[in-house]
């Protein structure tokens, strides 16, 4: 009797336990690609397109579940920024069966060479604007004699190809000076069950191999004029196209951070020293979420301007206008599921 009460005792003390580890989709458990929207007009069209759609409300956010291109899916439009980004990928996974990732939507040219409207699908992402804040330009040594010794504070700086810190960042001004921001870039700490308890510091999140193996053979039909460009008689409205059709642009390095980019002078920053292609507020903070969780991810950006750019340029208007941003978005997106189901490939 007396072991019967104390086993009962501890099953009922250990639940909170089990129910605090307990595994992932709490709220549904079909294997699916989860799809994260940081545009709410793509997000439309996903939607309208996705077959058997059911809603999921958690924490006030709505998670779509359904079927697009043949691939069980579940949509969610996480919001503009680091913070909301990250949340929403923690909160799918955590309800959700996600075996795969996909972040799509706008974001800011770095890369002089790329065009309104162009869809970006760069190989890896990084957090720039995760940073030290020095005093000068000096490299940092907080923590002995040593330059870069940053480590009592438990940070890393980033390096370069010939494993140096990175420049910090200076402001040009005028006459041959330059004044310093001391804003040197440092990596990111990550811990997950495969490295714990050390963790590794890492500044690029690579996107999937696989996926970007498949986005490789996509040849979507993107379009210079949106659905809106319309003139009354129907015919299209060239003042609401782009000057020249979109292109689909695949490598190179994709950058996240807190701050709205429209710094042309940190823009040729970025561009100089890691050779960046786009900038956005959510897709490096969902690659830090995937890596933590062991969960593949890809993310495809919609070109709406060159970051920080003051000259008058008429794409820009014309892209979101007539409602061309969202529509290559999406071409891109279901263009990868179509090909994905096509592979045989499971989510």
């Known amino acids: 009797m007396l072991l019967s009460r104390w086993c009962a005792l501890m ?8 129910a605090l580890a307990a595994p992932r989709c709490l709220t549904e458990c079909t294997p699916r690609i989860g799809i994260v929207s940081a545009f709410g007009a793509e997000a439309d069209i996903l939607l309208a397109q996705t077959q058997g759609k059911r809603s999921h409300v958690v924490s006030g956010k709505t998670f779509t579940t359904g079927v697009l291109r043949g691939n069980p899916v579940v949509i969610v439009l996480s919001g503009v920024s680091m913070i909301n980004a990250a949340l929403v990928t923690q909160q799918m996974l955590d309800h ?3 075996e795969r990732l996909v972040m799509s939507g706008i974001s800011g040219g770095i890369n002089p060479a790329r065009r309104v409207g162009d869809v970006l699908v760069p190989e890896r992402w990084a957090m720039p604007m995760e940073v030290y804040w020095s005093d000068d330009a000096r490299v940092p040594s907080p923590c002995g004699s040593a330059k870069a010794d940053v480590g009592c504070l438990g940070l890393r700086l980033a390096r370069g190809a010939d494993g140096q810190p990175l420049p910090s960042f200076s402001l040009p001004a005028s006459g041959a000076a330059s004044v310093p921001t001391g ?3 440092r ?6 069950a495969g490295n714990a308890p050390r963790g590794e510091y890492r500044f690029d999140y690579p996107v999937d191999a696989r996926m970007l193996a498949v986005v490789r053979t996509l040849a979507p039909a993107l ?14 409205d060239p003042a609401q196209c782009v000057a020249q059709t979109p292109r689909l642009v695949i490598g190179g390095r994709g950058v996240s951070g807190t701050a709205f980019l429209a710094n042309p002078h940190y ?6 020293q890691i050779q960046a292609e786009t900038v956005d ?4 903070a969902l690659a830090h ?3 933590v969780n062991r969960v593949p991810y890809i993310a495809f950006r919609s070109l709406s301007d060159l970051a920080g750019a003051t000259e008058f340029n008429a794409d820009v208007g014309a892209l979101f206008s007539s409602g061309l941003a969202e529509t290559n978005e999406a071409e891109v997106t279901l263009a990868f599921l179509a090909a994905w189901k096509k592979q045989g490939a499971r989510p």
């Open 187 to 192: 990596e990111n700490h990550v811990l997950h």
């Open 267 to 272: 823009r040729q920053y970025l561009f100089e």
């Open 289 to 291: 979420v995937a890596l």
């Open 281 to 284: 507020m959510e897709t490096a």
């Open 223 to 236: 379009a210079r004029c949106g659905p809106r460009a319309r003139q009354p008689s129907g015919a299209p």
């Open 183 to 185: 804003l040197f870039m």
């Open 11 to 18: 099953v009922c003390a250990a639940a909170p336990l089990f």
């Open 96 to 98: 959700f069966r996600v």
